[in-house]
Each structure stands twice: as structure tokens, then as C-alpha cells.
């Protein structure tokens, strides 16, 4: 079953904040998030591996709940280049096929100047 | 970072012929790949698992004629959709799972547009 992103749509001034959610009904093993430009194709971000792991890099970072099967994508001091599609991809906890992610709906995210 | 390579990156052809897309993964050995498909707008569902050396595993809904998978090496899979039909046109993209992180790593994705 596809995880839950929200917001579907976030709008931003460069420099400010966001935050995208990922919710699944499953027991999740790993969360994985990808961003993805119009007409490419998705770009790794980072992959949570433990519950309550938290992860981030540059202004981007993440966490993962694993009780509440929730991870959040955290974008802080937002650019111009942080616009496009977010997806979350889940691989369900005792999965057999490594790697075999389902994705979310996504969430578009426009920067404005 | 690992690499994976996808061919061609896009391709328009008549209604009722056959497509073969290849993805190859270029700096490590791709036991497992992916393929997925992606309408307009909308999210990436995945088609089937492909295993070197034995047969693809399809996700329900994805008839295994039409879309054949072969993984003939370490670092080739490719995806042959057959008889085309204007419906089968989507972005079509493969992946690899990287072992070591868990990465998965996307190829350049092929636009497929069946007339």
C-alpha cells in the first residue's frame, strides 16, 4: 500500500522553511526520499534505517519514527533549487526484496525569489 | 557515487510495435533492479523486480507479455514493451539498489510516446 505524503503542494519564499510528512499503515523497515526535476528522474536524498534515526546534510534533513511508521522531510532556509517533486519511498519492515520501495503521491515544492 | 545508466532516453514509435529500453548499471554489479513506470503528475509505481538470472517478478496489474524483463548480467536489465499501444506511453524508469548504503539509484528514465 502507497504511503501518505502531505501537504500535496507547498509554496515558498526563498529562506523559508518546510516540512513533508510520509505516513504509512505498514511496518516499515527504511524510508527513502527523492527529489525529482520536471522530465528527470528522481535524485537519491537520503535513506533513514532505525527508528528514530535522524539524518541531514547542507539544509536538508529528515527523521523516522518507526512506532508512529511516520518519517518527515525537513527543509530549512529554503533556495531556489530545493523546487520540485518530494517523494518518500518505503520498504516495509520483513520485506524479502531489498531495495523495493513504494512511493508516495509526492509533494510539489515551488521556491519563489 | 554508483552510477546507473538507462537507454534510450526517449523514443516515439507507431502503435503496434515492439520497444526495448536498457539500463545498465555502471560501476557496480546490480544483482537486482526495478523498473518503473510514471504517468504525468503522478508518482512512481513500480512494474517488477528483475533478477539476474532468473525470471523478472511482476507487480499485480502489469501483464508479464506485454512487458518482457530480461537481466541477463550483473549490469544489464532491459525492458521490452511489446506491441505498443498509445496507453503505454509514460516515463519509464529503472533502478538499482546500491548494497552497501541501501541507495537506489535511478537511471535517466526513458519517454516513451507510442503514436
Known amino acids: 500500500q502507497q504511503p501518505v505524503q502531505s501537504p500535496q503542494a507547498v509554496i515558498l519564499r526563498e529562506g523559508e522553511d518546510a516540512v513533508i510528512n510520509c505516513s504509512s499503515s505498514?511496518?516499515?523497515?527504511?524510508v527513502h526520499w527523492y527529489r525529482q526535476k520536471h522530465g528527470e528522474a528522481p535524485v537519491f536524498l537520503m535513506i533513514l534505517l532505525k527508528g528514530g534515526e535522524q539524518k541531514g546534510h547542507d539544509k536538508i534533513s529528515a527523521s523516522f519514527n518507526e512506532k508512529k511508521q511516520q518519517s518527515s522531510l525537513y527543509l530549512t532556509a529554503s533556495q531556489l533549487s530545493y523546487s520540485g517533486t518530494y517523494f518518500c519511498?518505503?520498504?516495509?519492515?520483513?520485506?524479502?526484496?531489498?531495495?523495493?520501495?513504494?512511493f508516495g503521491q509526492g509533494t510539489i515544492l515551488t521556491v519563489h525569489p | 557515487g554508483a552510477v546507473v545508466s538507462q537507454h534510450p532516453s526517449w523514443v516515439i514509435c507507431k502503435s503496434g510495435t515492439s520497444v526495448k529500453i536498457e539500463c545498465r548499471s555502471l560501476d557496480f554489479q546490480a544483482t537486482t533492479m526495478f523498473w518503473y513506470r510514471q504517468f504525468p503528475k503522478q508518482s512512481l509505481m513500480l512494474m517488477a523486480t528483475s533478477n539476474e538470472g532468473s525470471k523478472a517478478t511482476y507487480e499485480q496489474g502489469v501483464e508479464k507479455d506485454k512487458f518482457l524483463i530480461n537481466h541477463a548480467s550483473l549490469t544489464l536489465s532491459t525492458l521490452t514493451v511489446t506491441s505498443a499501444h498509445p496507453e503505454d506511453s509514460s516515463f519509464y524508469i529503472c533502478s538499482a539498489s546500491f548494497w552497501g548504503t541501501g541507495e537506489l539509484f535511478f537511471g535517466e528514465g526513458s519517454r516513451l510516446t507510442v503514436l
Open positions: 519511498g518505503t520498504v516495509n519492515a520483513g520485506g524479502t526484496s531489498y531495495g523495493k520501495l513504494t
Open positions: 505498514k511496518a516499515l523497515y527504511s
